[in-house]
């Protein structure tokens, strides 16, 4: 569930101060949050937006601000957009603002009016989310002059209007913030649509790159050869190739009078797309539309994996968001159909967020016997096999995750073709060890968790190791689930580039797996180790490359084509979150993302499958 942003009232207070201290405004009582009557000459929107994304006028009553209704929302921050008709000469001055009410505004569409009110900057989601803000017209006192009127024509978004590079780097006086620095739309996309904020634009027919959600919203692209995904999407590949063609689209019009459209990733938004340019908390700039365009659905479908041959072994990564015994049989019965059919009942299949026996309910219940059943029940219903699993319980509330829930890493394992060895003695807290034995490494404890009382793993799940044998070959696997990336800021933030302060406990996280798979290799320099899980980081961010370090492993999506390196799809960017990391011994191998999720509307978790198949 999406939090609920901060006070208006907080945000543009907070906004006011840090630009005040910053400079950017000027310290004159003019310039105070509750302001006084600006100067007698008329003050037009581009006045009030500027060439920054602060405005000069911030914290500013002004008066009669005259300018053309081009859209009205009635639902969530309720207010209308305004557009000036007579723009002045100066690209980076947007001649649109939005007008917060707060209640269902009385204007429509086509009325000309004249607003006065104070000119506030908001931030969605609050100051310390690190986006930029919006800058309106609050507490508005609207007169209607005239109704009817021609809206202004729309600005086109194309791939031709959009500047390939994302965003300037931030200003290091201003701890890389780029509020204060001049607006320069014809180089930065960031800067681009910050020019056209609150104006009315448009675009043609588009591709869809992330699907529709229960947020009634929808992502596509204005640039169609922007690293497109195999599959329609369009990949984040590096932190500089944020895909600056990416747009946010949502409709004006409330559900009940017109429903959003079900889309896919690879389908296209058809005609035309034309509405105000907003700017809010999940995902930055959003083409609110007026019009909307009419979807074409491209047919997109689930993929299949190759069976693994009888002498190969195949291990599977799967996060089942937050799985319990509560949710619909039919969420069930989805999974374990996806497990049989689309991954083609993996030898092996390493589990994330199997939640216990009574899910959310917070009453010190840790147990997940129950959870396990009815998944591996609904396996065998689907045509799978008799998966056994192994699993620690976690200690109540200690691993993260749904308050109450206790998440944990599961081993899924088909005993018709793989062994689990049982060493006793793991629990919650007991950290498994690598011992050799007749020349060979083994664990002390499996399953067992790595290294549980590191610092890193507090209040996040540990990592699972279990000891298989496949065809007489010793087979280390290690289940993850390392620390979310909640608490970054996002690809719209004013920093540039923006903070990702979760990184830190990802990499401790990755330096910890990374030094037990080195005791496992010191033991037995062949041994066949598989490091896999929702790492929730890239293939190319420094949590990888810390699980790589010393050639221990190998991230394993290296080896599919960059168009098809993906497992989840973000605002507009299709990127790897949940990986598959092999060590040295493991050299041939045939490695498939399975996109089943992350595409779709319709999705039984929000990440897609991975699976390995390799002769050990």
Request: net charge negative.
């Amino acid at each position: 569930m999406r939090p609920s942003p901060l006070p208006r009232t907080a945000a543009v207070s907070a906004v006011v101060a840090a630009a005040l201290a910053a400079g950017l405004l000027a310290a004159s009582p003019s310039a105070s949050a509750s302001g006084s009557e600006t100067a007698a000459e008329a003050i037009r929107v581009h006045d009030i937006q500027g060439s920054t994304r602060i405005s000069p006028l911030a914290g500013r009553q002004v008066t009669a601000v005259p300018g053309v209704v081009t859209g009205v929302r009635t639902y969530g921050s309720k207010g209308f957009w305004i557009q000036d008709t007579q723009p002045d000469a100066d690209p980076a001055t947007s001649e649109g603002l939005f007008v917060y009410t707060g209640s269902t505004p009385t204007v429509a569409v086509g009325d000309a009016v004249t607003v006065s009110g104070t000119v506030t900057e908001y931030v969605p989601g609050g100051t310390s989310s690190g986006n930029q803000s919006l800058t309106q017209i609050s507490k508005p006192t609207v007169t209607v002059v005239s109704s009817g009127n021609p809206l202004p024509a729309p600005t086109t978004l194309s791939a031709h209007s959009v500047p390939s590079v994302y965003a300037p780097e931030g200003d290091p006086a201003a701890g890389g913030s780029i509020n204060g620095l001049p607006l320069r739309p014809g180089s930065y996309a960031l800067d681009y649509f910050e020019s056209l904020e609150g104006t009315n634009v448009r675009i043609g027919s588009s591709r869809v790159v992330t699907a529709s959600n229960e947020h009634a919203e929808l992502w596509v692209t204005v640039k169609p050869h922007e690293n497109p995904s195999a599959r329609g999407g369009a990949v984040y590949g590096s932190y500089t190739s944020q895909n600056t063609g990416r747009l946010k689209i949502q409709s004006l019009a409330p559900l009940a009078q017109q429903p959003f459209p079900k889309a896919n990733v690879g389908d296209w938004l058809t005609g035309t797309t034309e509405g105000p340019l907003d700017f809010n908390q999940y995902g930055g700039y959003t083409l609110t539309a007026r019009t909307l365009g009419t979807l074409a659905d491209r047919g997109l479908e689930r993929e299949v994996t190759e069976r693994q041959h009888r002498s190969e072994l195949a291990v599977a990564t799967y996060n089942v968001e937050n799985l319990d015994p509560g949710d619909p049989q039919e969420k069930f019965d989805a999974l374990a159909k996806a497990v049989v059919e689309n991954l083609a009942s993996p030898d092996i299949l390493a589990l994330e967020e199997i939640q216990d026996n009574n899910g959310p309910k917070n009453d010190g219940t840790v147990a997940a016997d129950q959870t396990l059943k009815k998944f591996t029940d609904a396996i065998v219903s689907a045509g799978g096999p008799a998966y056994e699993w192994r699993t620690i319980d976690p200690a109540n509330n200690k691993d993260g995750g749904q308050p109450g829930g206790n998440i944990r890493q599961v081993f899924l394992f088909n005993p018709e073709r793989v062994s689990f060895t049982d060493r006793a003695g793991g629990d919650a807290a007991t950290a498994t060890g690598v011992v050799r034995e007749k020349g060979r490494a083994a664990l002390t404890h499996s399953p067992g968790r790595i290294d549980p009382a590191n610092p890193a793993w507090d209040n996040s799940r540990k990592p699972l190791a279990g000891e298989f044998t496949f065809r007489g070959r010793t087979v280390f696997v290690i289940a993850n689930h390392f620390g979310s990336k909640g608490g970054d800021e996002s690809l719209v933030s004013h920093h540039q580039p923006p903070n990702r302060s979760s990184e830190t406990k990802r990499l401790q996280q990755a330096q910890s797996v990374n030094a037990f798979v080195k005791d496992i290799l010191k033991a037995q320099r062949t041994a066949d180790v598989v490091v896999l899980g929702d790492i929730n980081d890239f293939e190319f961010s420094a949590t990888t490359k810390a699980l790589t370090d010393g050639g221990a492993l190998y991230p394993a999506v290296m080896s599919l084509p960059r168009s098809e390196r993906y497992s989840y799809v973000f605002q507009g960017n299709s990127q790897v979150l949940d990986q598959i990391l092999t060590s040295p011994s493991i050299r041939h191998f045939a490695y498939d993302s399975v996109h089943i999720n992350a595409e779709f509307a319709e999705q039984n978790s929000d990440h897609d499958p991975q699976v390995l198949r390799f002769r050990p």
